[in-house]
T-cell receptor, first 111, second 112 residues
Framework: RKEVEQDPGPFNVPEGATVAFNCTYS??????FFWYRQDCRKEPKLLMS???SGNEDGRFTAQLNRASQYISLLIRDSKLSDSATYLC????????????FGQGTILTVHP | DADVTQTPRNRITKTGKRIMLECSQT?????MYWYRQDPGLGLRLIYY???????NKGEISDGYSVSRQAQAKFSLSLESAIPNQTALYFC???????????FGDGTRLSIL
């Protein structure tokens, strides 16, 4: 089992839709989690950090469920510009200062 | 100017050549990382360094070596390049335990 797993998608949604991605992690000692956005063949860019139960930034909400060991990313009112790959990452515990990344979830927002 | 700069941005070379990818940062972070990304395989850690005197192997270090010349500089070398090292390479930095990493623009490397 991979340490961090994501549904690769692709998710195809119309503009204005709400879409949610889940990311599961296997290392219960993980303490910090991150969502990154990556455009095609470009660098991952930090979207959101999650240190406790959740975080919200505008249209984006991340939630952490430690009991079930998953984090979610909710995007409301999707824009065409939200089309990208979304990577989740886990840090802490036995990973000793490293991040473990999921494979990424592809989102396409269409008109 | 970018906080994390990688050079070159693109490189095409032949099997057996020695290649160096360079990374420099102005963020003042102690920790630096090298990853490669391949389609369907995600980001895989090659080497990482928590300070100038600290070098650690990641999950796929075979065929690679690194040098941490200064706090701000971390270079990755392929001693004798082979075609399956064709990939997108990223350098990243962070400022501490369980902190997010910040990525450079990437180097697209093709080995023929």
């Amino acid at each position: 089992r991979k340490e961090v797993e994501q549904d690769p998608g692709p998710f195809n949604v119309p503009e204005g839709a709400t879409v949610a991605f889940n990311c599961t992690y296997s290392n219960s000692a993980s303490q910090s989690f991150f969502w990154y956005r990556q455009d095609c063949r470009k660098e991952p860019k930090l979207l959101m950090s999650v240190y406790s139960s959740g975080n919200e930034d505008g249209r984006f909400t991340a939630q952490l469920n430690r009991a079930s060991q998953y984090i979610s990313l909710l995007i409301r009112d999707s824009k065409l510009s939200d089309s990208a790959t979304y990577l989740c990452a886990a840090a802490g515990g036995t990973s000793y200062g490293k991040l473990t990344f999921g494979q990424g979830t592809i989102l396409t927002v269409h008109p | 100017d970018a906080d994390v700069t990688q050079t070159p941005r693109n490189r095409i070379t032949k099997t057996g050549k020695r290649i160096m990818l360079e990374c420099s940062q102005t963020k003042g972070h102690d920790r630096m990382y090298w990853y490669r990304q391949d389609p369907g395989l995600g980001l895989r850690l090659i080497y990482y360094s928590f300070d100038v005197k600290d070098i650690n192997k990641g999950e796929i270090s075979d065929g690679y070596s690194v040098s941490r010349q200064a706090q701000a500089k971390f270079s990755l070398s392929l001693e004798s390049a082979i075609p399956n090292q064709t990939a997108l390479y990223f350098c990243a930095t962070s400022d501490g335990w369980e902190r997010p990493q910040h990525f450079g623009d990437g180097t697209r490397l093709s080995i023929l």
